[in-house]
């Protein structure tokens, strides 16, 4: 094809969009766990034939950088050949291109004319995969054996309909059979409202003007990205950040970054960071490129669609036997959503000299995970996966916002009226942690105070938050936020809980979880 109109690219590319965006909403009016029906702890994408993602929800970036890796990892052990029209195929293995067992992915061929033209991905975090702990979070795991069940790419429908075998033997597998089944066929429901889209779209353009405008989505991002790296100066910059712990004999852990930019290309080598850490704070060399994809998008200061050509221009490297490659049977349920983000953070610290009006001070870079699983008469579980917002960091031009999520999460709180609706826990407070912000010319928003009531006789509970002893930093002079809290009232008697650990509760405990407040940005006024 010798031309191709711009306005039908554009046509293509914001329908491609949407139907992921369609996806996502399936997911969440469909989905039986409020972890994904009121939280959204899901993400939707869509790739070309070979794997390269060209359209995406509005969802959790960390899924979608990671899904840019899915369908090549998956087609390199499932030949396109064996796929027929009609199948899905469900996995959650880290090696094919993947984050930690729980965010479990549906993938379905889209074929047009007898070929595959697309694949359209369904993730959605599973509140339970099976494993030691509910939850299937286990602290001190010492390999990801322990953490889940490992499902490797298994034929979950084809054109006949849903493989009740293979359903039978995963909801035979966790705890929360009935939750599971519901969510599993809202991921199966929403690839296949993606292929309805994908089909109207080459039914009104033709096949021909469709593929060729997949590929030019490539070679668009791939150039607005180049050019957005020219603009930033030629240097080698290198930044770092910490986990709160898994370093040796449980000190922080440290997470480095050099990059090196010259002309239109950047090389992101994250190889000086800590070995292999002693939790479950491990993670894929797939969750590290997309942190670093993320923040390098946020560096270019544009608004560019995240497709497999905005990747071309960086060269990412980890190491064997760092943190960011463990090794297959590391466990890496935390890895996912923190150390992820101590990347992020890493990277905004190497180049604040930079583009310091880009950036902003330290925020609540953690999930903020606090997980209750409650035993139910008849064998079942009932899972309340809650994540936490804070203050976010201030910038050179205003204050943070309090009570919020950045960088790589993107969920929302599940609603007080829903959680006491469906579990044995009451909300006693949700308000703001006033004064958490830390000073500066403008101050860090404040996090959020959290209290829950355990009114089962016993609840099972997993605490998974970083940033509870390396606070949020200042930028530019500006002051740390106060870092996150995690308390347990006992009978009058108040204990700290680790950031990250498993316990079990009982009847009448009080858990509060006090959020992160963001750094504050420039010096603080005198008094």
């Known amino acids: 094809m010798t031309s191709l109109d711009p306005f039908v690219v554009e046509v ?54 990671a899904m840019a890796y899915t369908v090549p990892e998956l087609l390199k052990v499932w030949p396109a050949e064996r796929f027929r ?7 959650n293995l880290g090696a094919l291109g993947g984050n930690h067992l729980n965010d479990v992915k549906v993938v379905r061929p889209v074929f047009v004319e007898g070929r595959i033209v697309a694949f359209a991905i369904s993730l959605a975090h599973w509140p339970d995969v099976g494993g030691t702990w509910p939850g299937s979070y286990l602290a001190q795991a010492v390999d990801t054996f322990q953490e889940a069940m490992r499902i490797p790419p298994m034929p979950i429908a084809s054109a006949e309909g849903v493989n009740r075998p293979v359903l039978d033997f995963i909801l035979a597998n966790v705890r929360d059979p009935v ?23 080459c039914a ?47 000190a922080p852990a440290r997470i480095h970054v050099r990059i090196e930019i010259r002309g239109e290309e950047a090389h992101f080598d994250l190889s000086g960071s800590t070995d292999r850490v002693t939790n479950f704070c491990n993670t894929t060399p797939f969750i590290a490129r997309s942190a670093v994809c993320y923040a390098a998008r946020i560096l270019s200061g544009r608004d560019m669609q995240q497709n497999a050509g905005a990747l ?29 983000m101590r990347i992020v953070d890493a990277v905004f610290r190497a180049m604040e000299q930079v583009i310091p009006e880009r950036l902003s001070a330290g925020g609540p870079a953690t999930s903020g995970l606090l997980a209750f699983a409650e035993p139910r008469p008849g064998d079942a579980w009932r899972m309340l996966y809650e994540v936490h917002g804070g203050g976010e960091g201030a910038r050179h031009d205003r204050p943070g916002s309090p009570a919020t999520r950045v960088h790589l999460t993107n969920t929302s709180n ?38 829950y009531r355990i009114l089962s006789p016993t609840m099972w509970l997993t ?8 606070a949020p930093y200042g930028l530019a002079g500006g002051e740390p936020g106060l870092p996150f809290r995690i308390t347990l009232d006992r009978g009058g008697v108040e204990s700290v809980v680790p950031g990250k650990t498993n316990m079990v509760l009982q009847q009448g405990d009080l858990v509060t979880m006090e959020s992160c407040g963001g750094g504050g940005y420039g010096p603080p006024a005198a008094p």
Not at 85 to 91: C, F, K, L, N, P
């Open 12 to 65: 293509i590319r914001h329908g491609l969009s949407a139907a992921a965006e369609e996806m996502s909403l399936v997911m969440t009016r469909s989905a039986r766990s409020p972890l994904l029906r009121e939280a959204g702890d899901l993400s939707s994408a869509l790739t070309d034939a070979a794997g390269g993602l060209v359209g995406q929800g509005r969802d959790i970036p960390i899924h979608l950088g």
């Open 85 to 91: 029209e009609g199948d899905a195929v469900i996995y």
């Open 179 to 201: 939750s599971c089944e519901g969510d599993l066929m809202a991921q199966i429901a929403a690839t296949q409202a993606a292929e309805r889209r994908i089909h109207e779209l």
């Open 204 to 250: 009104q353009h033709g096949l021909d003007v469709f593929l060729a405008s997949l590929a030019r989505l490539h070679d668009l991002s791939e150039a607005e990205m180049r050019a957005a790296l020219g603009d930033l100066p030629d240097g080698v910059y290198e930044g770092e950040d910490f986990l709160d712990d898994g370093g040796p004999g449980g």
């Open 312 to 340: 071309r221009p960086f060269t990412i490297t980890t190491r064997p036997g760092s943190v960011f490659e463990p090794g297959w049977n590391a466990s890496v349920a935390a890895g996912n959503h923190e150390t992820s």
């Open 414 to 451: 599940t609603p007080v009226e829903v959680i006491e609706a469906n579990y044995a826990v009451r909300i006693e407070e949700q308000s703001i942690r006033r004064g958490s912000g830390g000073a500066g010319q403008h101050r860090g928003g404040d996090g959020v105070v959290r209290r």
């Open 463 to 470: 605490s998974c938050v970083e940033r509870t002893v390396v």
